[in-house]
């Protein structure tokens, strides 16, 4: 009798008597059907009973004794019941007991059932060493002990068991292998260690396993390298998972067999120090899943990984990826998901066929976007562009993306207005991110419904459009740090789905009290309300923080709500930069992490529940917190943010034991002291930043002379580092050196870290360094020539530094750089050289030096110009009329130089706002630079200490800015 999914609603007596009248009954299937306990010993009456499938119920009771009299019985399921005890007889032929309360140490009575074939017992809080016993289960097919407590070795019977054909350990503690025998005859076929401690080099007597399809050792601590061509003799393998160990893979061309694998579904490499792409792959017509992230690979992406017939997800984020070869509007393969992300490809993004649907090129270099790109996105639901240099305005052919989920144009320099369309496909979009750019005018009151809208850090003005009410799906605003201008937006008090309102650092006034209704009828939803750095006045009613419900204490709620999905384990998107979190309470952290952990929503799960992301930044946390906090308990934590707290304590040595974290930040937390070099135990970090409180008089941490080699020597994979207002004390070449291991390191930060000169060289044997920031340091020194030799170098902060010498003319030639900050070094000579400057410069600053000569007309070249000050310096000559073309300019300083002759025409600089010609010696007449076809934003305007004469042009007296 199968009865499952069907809502019964009885308790345990009611319904097991209810069937004794079924007296020949020998299958009953029951789960999921609402049945309440206590399980009745009743149910044993029924003696025929073979299978008993009562699973995803909720008994709350144990399992009756009298469970062990059925004669015949071959099969339990009681998955998911709530089950507070079991007992379990010895002639059984499976138990699935998974994602129960199985607690406590291993169960050594399992090894007397000699009928089992199948054995489910993970998800049971199990630990302990494994049991011994089991190795009489010789009709054992299939051993599932996965995410439980179970440590110390793996037993090498284990693979001895004749009928064994599947094991699944992961997500426990095992540490170590026993030495295997000799199993060329063994008939495993799937074999999962993932997510443990094993450690030491990659155990070769796996490959005598040559009836394995799934191999997943992936998330462990095995070390050493290990020829590609070794793996060959598993030939049957479908699914191969390495990823995220301290393994080398290496690939020989001339050994490997190109028809290696002929079989292979899913590869996951990721982490595994690969210099290229494994040229065996181009034969893998079977290949669906193919995942090298986070490795070395550098150069071009090859044509031929694009024609791979089945391939249908392409992970190759967090590598050195610079271009990708050839056309990509015939590609071959299936894809779906391709993830570019953290890399170095440059240029105009390159558009791929429609069937892609989740595209992230997220954190690169790519400077345009096509005009056409909208043309190639009808399947795509997924669209990250963040974190790159784009320029221009954004294509209109965006909308006609019709199945867009989420846009993502964040942190880029993208100028020009928002599109109503784009507004109008908010219908659609459950997340648009265009935060962090150069977008000005008013926001378009063309809004119909949407979840997610974030404009936060642009220059958009004008009021918060009321259509926004129209959005009753909407869940988070966010136009902080603007420009906008009216009243608090009392409209949105009806959308019970509001979830974030940030409404800060813009011009917004009066009373935040709107009518009763928003006191009776709160926004229920609400967690973060950000409207700081206003000018609202009044009260805040009290009774809106009494009916908020979701900023307080809901202990169901262990995921935040900004998490998107993108199909099965696909893709995990947080919509929102703001972390969701209770922010009206002060914590004290001698209450530890246990109710933090419960109580904020700034923690991000993997697919099992374990807790890998946790952000507790900017919340005023204060007290200290030593080695025994339960925060050191995480240990599947990838990523920790700590910054902008008060625990006024040294750092514990405590986070050693974070192994597997790749992100950690805690800056600006007013931590103290020695900073602990078992920081360097953290071998998979990617990102690490324990910057100091700015502006403060004195550093309150810091690193020894002796123990800063130390401290990074480990950090092999780490690729920004962030060292800012910390005391290092050292020498140039000793600072210098001690960074050389750092092979990846892309983004460098000894920001006012007291070290001293010369600058070294050998900093350029760095050659991934794509920003280096230095300010605030005593270097009296010159620049070295070698600084021009950095190929990927986009910024370069050396200011106030005591820099002496000339600067390096060829430096303004690097390809690639788009900020140079120079200034407040008075001893530091130079001139722009006559010949090409660097076209993707976007800021730069010479203020305060002793640089000299005339600003050359080629200046005229440099399109994507945004910042340039040249201000307190010892320039002369006329200001080249090639200004005009600097249509990207937004912030001009030349003042207190020595320029003469007429001031150049400024009418196609339609976003200049900040313009500064001050003190020198420019004449002629102001009217002839400045007319009505641009400098419509201009909000400064400083002529003064000139020559100029003339009369005033009344079209200045009409910018609505100025």
Same mark, same amino acid.
């Given at each position: 009798?199968?009865?499952?999914?069907?809502?019964?609603?009885?308790?345990?007596?009611?319904?097991?008597?209810?069937?004794?009248?079924?007296?020949?009954?020998?299958?009953?299937?029951?789960?999921?059907?609402?049945?309440?306990?206590?399980?009745?010993?009743?149910?044993?009456?029924?003696?025929?009973?073979?299978?008993?499938?009562?699973?995803?119920?909720?008994?709350?009771?144990?399992?009756?004794?009298?469970?062990?009299?059925?004669?015949?019985?071959?099969?339990?399921?009681?998955?998911?019941?709530?089950?507070?005890?079991?007992?379990?007889?010895?002639?059984?032929?499976?138990?699935?007991?998974?994602?129960?309360?199985?607690?406590?140490? =291993?169960?050594?009575?399992?090894?007397?059932?000699?009928?089992?074939?199948?054995?489910?017992?993970?998800?049971?809080?199990?630990?302990?060493?494994?049991?011994?016993?089991?190795?009489?289960?010789?009709?054992?097919?299939?051993?599932?002990?996965?995410?439980?407590?179970?440590?110390?070795?793996?037993?090498?019977?284990?693979?001895?068991?004749?009928?064994?054909?599947?094991?699944?350990?992961?997500?426990?503690?095992?540490?170590?292998?026993?030495?295997?025998?000799?199993?060329?005859?063994?008939?495993?076929?799937?074999?999962?260690?993932?997510?443990?401690?094993?450690?030491?080099?990659?155990?070769?007597?796996?490959?005598?396993?040559?009836?394995?399809?799934?191999?997943?050792?992936?998330?462990?601590?095995?070390?050493?390298?290990?020829?590609?061509?070794?793996?060959?003799?598993?030939?049957?393998?479908?699914?191969?998972?390495?990823?995220?160990?301290?393994?080398?893979?290496?690939?020989?061309?001339?050994?490997?067999?190109?028809?290696?694998?002929?079989?292979?579904?899913?590869?996951?490499?990721?982490?595994?120090?690969?210099?290229?792409?494994?040229?065996?792959?181009?034969?893998?017509?079977?290949?669906?899943?193919?995942?090298?992230?986070?490795?070395?690979?550098?150069?071009?992406?090859?044509?031929?990984?694009?024609?791979?017939?089945?391939?249908?997800?392409?992970?190759?984020?967090?590598?050195?990826?610079?271009?990708?070869?050839?056309?990509?509007?015939?590609?071959?393969?299936?894809?779906?998901?391709?993830?570019?992300?953290?890399?170095?490809?440059?240029?105009?993004?390159?558009?791929?066929?429609?069937?892609?649907?989740?595209?992230?090129?997220?954190?690169?270099?790519?400077?345009?976007?096509?005009?056409?790109?909208?043309?190639?996105?009808?399947?795509?639901?997924?669209?990250?562009?963040?974190?790159?240099?784009?320029?221009?305005?954004?294509?209109?052919?965006?909308?006609?993306?019709?199945?867009?989920?989420?846009?993502?144009?964040?942190?880029?320099?993208?100028?020009?207005?928002?599109?109503?369309?784009?507004?109008?496909?908010?219908?659609?979009?459950?997340?648009?991110?265009?935060?962090?750019?150069?977008?000005?005018?008013?926001?378009?009151?063309?809004?119909?419904?949407?979840?997610?809208?974030?404009?936060?850090?642009?220059?958009?003005?004008?009021?918060?459009?009321?259509?926004?009410?129209?959005?009753?799906?909407?869940?988070?605003?966010?136009?902080?740090?603007?420009?906008?201008?009216?009243?608090?937006?009392?409209?949105?008090?009806?959308?019970?789905?509001?979830?974030?309102?940030?409404?800060?650092?813009? =011009?917004?006034?009066?009373?935040?009290?709107?009518?009763?209704?928003?006191?009776?009828?709160?926004?229920?939803?609400?967690?973060?309300?950000?409207?700081?750095?206003?000018?609202?006045?009044?009260?805040?009613?009290?009774?809106?923080?009494?009916?908020?419900?979701?900023?307080?204490?809901?202990?169901?709620?262990?995921?935040?709500?900004?998490?998107?999905?993108?199909?099965?384990?696909?893709?995990?998107?947080?919509?929102?930069?703001?972390?969701?979190?209770?922010?009206?309470?002060?914590?004290?952290?001698?209450?530890?992490?246990?109710?933090?952990?419960?109580?904020?929503?700034?923690?991000?799960?993997?697919?099992?529940?374990?807790?890998?992301?946790?952000?507790?930044?900017?919340?005023?946390?204060?007290?200290?917190?030593?080695?025994?906090?339960?925060?050191?308990?995480?240990?599947?934590?990838?990523?920790?943010?700590?910054?902008?707290?008060?625990?006024?304590?040294?750092?514990?040595?405590?986070?050693?034991?974070?192994?597997?974290?790749?992100?950690?930040?805690?800056?600006?937390?007013?931590?103290?002291?020695?900073?602990?070099?078992?920081?360097?135990?953290?071998?998979?970090?990617?990102?690490?930043?324990?910057?100091?409180?700015?502006?403060?008089?004195?550093?309150?941490?810091?690193?020894?002379?002796?123990?800063?080699?130390?401290?990074?020597?480990?950090?092999?994979?780490?690729?920004?580092?962030?060292?800012?207002?910390?005391?290092?004390?050292?020498?140039?070449?000793?600072?210098?050196?001690?960074?050389?291991?750092?092979?990846?390191?892309?983004?460098?930060?000894?920001?006012?870290?007291?070290?001293?000169?010369?600058?070294?060289?050998?900093?350029?044997?760095?050659?991934?360094?794509?920003?280096?920031?230095?300010? =605030?340091?005593?270097?009296?020194?010159?620049?070295?020539?070698?600084?021009?030799?950095?190929?990927?170098?986009?910024?370069?902060?050396?200011?106030?530094?005591?820099?002496?010498?000339?600067?390096?003319?060829?430096?303004?030639?690097?390809?690639?750089?788009?900020?140079?900050?120079?200034?407040?070094?008075?001893?530091?000579?130079?001139?722009?050289?006559?010949?090409?400057?660097?076209?993707?410069?976007?800021?730069? =600053?010479?203020?305060?030096?002793?640089?000299?000569?005339?600003?050359?007309?080629?200046?005229?070249?440099?399109?994507?110009?945004?910042?340039?000050?040249?201000?307190?310096?010892?320039?002369?000559?006329?200001?080249?009329?090639?200004?005009?073309?600097?249509?990207?300019?937004?912030?001009?300083?030349?003042?207190?130089?020595?320029?003469?002759?007429?001031?150049?025409?400024?009418?196609?600089?339609?976003?200049?706002?900040?313009?500064?010609?001050?003190?020198?010696?420019?004449?002629?007449?102001?009217?002839?630079?400045?007319?009505?076809?641009?400098?419509?934003?201009?909000?400064?305007?400083?002529?003064?200490?000139?020559?100029?004469?003339?009369?005033?042009?009344?079209?200045?007296?009409?910018?609505?800015?100025?």
């Amino acid at each position: 009798m199968y009865l499952d999914g069907i809502s019964i609603t009885s308790r345990g007596h009611e319904w097991s008597n209810a069937l004794l009248p079924l007296r020949d009954l020998q299958k009953l299937s029951m789960s999921d059907c609402d049945l309440s306990g206590p399980l009745d010993s009743s149910l044993t009456r029924l003696e025929n009973l073979t299978v008993i499938v009562l699973g995803e119920n909720n008994f709350s009771s144990p399992v009756p004794q009298t469970f062990a009299n059925f004669k015949n019985l071959t099969t339990l399921n009681l998955r998911k019941c709530g089950l507070i005890d079991h007992s379990l007889s010895e002639s059984l032929h499976s138990i699935i007991l998974r994602n129960t309360i199985f607690f406590g140490t =291993r169960p050594h009575t399992i090894g007397n059932m000699t009928n089992l074939f199948l054995l489910d017992l993970s998800h049971c809080q199990l630990y302990g060493t494994f049991p011994n016993s089991l190795s009489n289960l010789t009709h054992l097919t299939d051993l599932r002990l996965s995410h439980n407590d179970l440590y110390g070795s793996i037993p090498s019977y284990l693979f001895t068991l004749p009928s064994l054909e599947r094991i699944s350990l992961a997500s426990n503690q095992f540490s170590k292998f026993d030495e295997f025998i000799n199993v060329s005859s063994n008939v495993m076929e799937f074999l999962d260690l993932s997510s443990n401690n094993l450690s030491g080099p990659f155990p070769t007597s796996l490959f005598q396993f040559r009836s394995l399809f799934f191999l997943d050792l992936s998330s462990n601590r095995l070390n050493g390298s290990m020829q590609l061509d070794e793996l060959l003799e598993l030939r049957n393998l479908t699914d191969l998972t390495l990823s995220y160990n301290n393994i080398s893979i290496i690939e020989n061309d001339a050994s490997v067999d190109q028809t290696a694998f002929p079989k292979l579904q899913t590869l996951y490499l990721a982490s595994c120090n690969l210099q290229t792409f494994p040229r065996f792959l181009k034969n893998q017509s079977t290949l669906g899943y193919l995942n090298l992230s986070a490795n070395q690979i550098q150069g071009v992406v090859p044509n031929w990984i694009w024609k791979l017939k089945s391939l249908s997800l392409l992970d190759i984020s967090y590598n050195f990826l610079t271009e990708l070869e050839g056309s990509l509007q015939n590609i071959t393969s299936n894809l779906i998901l391709i993830d570019l992300h953290n890399n170095q490809l440059q240029g105009s993004v390159s558009v791929f066929p429609e069937s892609i649907e989740c595209l992230d090129y997220s954190t690169n270099n790519f400077s345009g976007i096509p005009h056409d790109i909208g043309n190639y996105l009808s399947s795509t639901n997924f669209l990250s562009l963040s974190n790159n240099s784009l320029q221009g305005s954004i294509p209109h052919s965006l909308c006609k993306a019709s199945n867009l989920l989420v846009l993502d144009l964040s942190f880029n320099n993208i100028l020009g207005t928002i599109s109503p369309c784009l507004i109008t496909m908010t219908s659609i979009l459950e997340a648009l991110n265009l935060r962090n750019n150069n977008l000005n005018g008013s926001i378009p009151d063309t809004f119909p419904t949407s979840c997610v809208v974030n404009f936060h850090a642009n220059l958009l003005h004008g009021p918060i459009p009321k259509s926004l009410s129209h959005c009753s799906s909407l869940k988070v605003l966010d136009i902080g740090s603007n420009q906008i201008v009216g009243g608090f937006p009392c409209f949105l008090k009806h959308i019970p789905t509001l979830s974030v309102l940030v409404l800060r650092n813009n =011009r917004l006034h009066g009373s935040i009290e709107c009518s009763h209704s928003l006191e009776n009828k709160p926004w229920k939803m609400i967690q973060i309300v950000d409207i700081a750095l206003n000018n609202f006045n009044g009260k805040i009613p009290e009774k809106y923080f009494m009916t908020w419900e979701r900023m307080m204490h809901d202990e169901n709620d262990s995921i935040s709500d900004f998490i998107y999905s993108m199909g099965k384990n696909f893709y995990s998107y947080y919509q929102d930069s703001v972390t969701v979190s209770n922010k009206v309470c002060k914590l004290v952290l001698p209450f530890l992490f246990e109710p933090i952990l419960q109580s904020f929503g700034g923690e991000d799960p993997n697919s099992e529940g374990q807790v890998i992301g946790l952000d507790l930044s900017e919340e005023d946390i204060s007290d200290g917190f030593d080695n025994s906090s339960s925060l050191f308990s995480l240990e599947h934590l990838q990523k920790l943010n700590l910054a902008y707290n008060l625990f006024e304590t040294v750092i514990p040595s405590g986070f050693n034991k974070l192994v597997m974290l790749n992100y950690l930040n805690f800056s600006h937390s007013s931590f103290k002291g020695e900073i602990p070099v078992e920081i360097s135990n953290l071998t998979n970090l990617i990102t690490l930043d324990i910057s100091g409180p700015k502006h403060a008089i004195k550093n309150a941490l810091k690193i020894n002379n002796q123990n800063l080699q130390k401290f990074v020597q480990n950090l092999t994979k780490i690729r920004q580092l962030y060292l800012e207002d910390i005391t290092l004390t050292s020498e140039g070449q000793e600072w210098s050196n001690a960074l050389l291991p750092l092979r990846e390191l892309q983004m460098l930060s000894l920001y006012k870290c007291d070290l001293a000169g010369p600058l070294d060289s050998s900093l350029s044997k760095l050659r991934n360094l794509s920003v280096i920031i230095l300010d =605030r340091n005593n270097f009296s020194s010159p620049v070295p020539e070698t600084f021009a030799n950095f190929q990927n170098l986009t910024t370069l902060s050396l200011s106030d530094c005591g820099l002496t010498g000339t600067f390096p003319q060829k430096i303004f030639q690097i390809g690639t750089l788009s900020v140079i900050d120079i200034t407040y070094n008075s001893n530091l000579h130079g001139s722009f050289p006559e010949i090409q400057l660097s076209g993707s410069l976007q800021t730069l =600053r010479v203020s305060f030096t002793n640089f000299s000569g005339a600003i050359p007309h080629i200046i005229g070249k440099m399109r994507h110009l945004y910042e340039l000050d040249l201000s307190n310096s010892q320039f002369n000559g006329t200001l080249p009329n090639s200004f005009s073309n600097l249509t990207e300019l937004s912030y001009l300083d030349l003042s207190f130089n020595s320029f003469t002759g007429p001031i150049p025409s400024f009418s196609m600089a339609k976003n200049l706002n900040h313009i500064d010609l001050s003190y020198n010696s420019l004449s002629g007449e102001v009217s002839s630079s400045f007319h009505s076809e641009g400098l419509l934003n201009l909000v400064k305007l400083d002529l003064s200490f000139n020559s100029i004469n003339g009369s005033i042009s009344s079209f200045l007296f009409t910018l609505p800015y100025l």
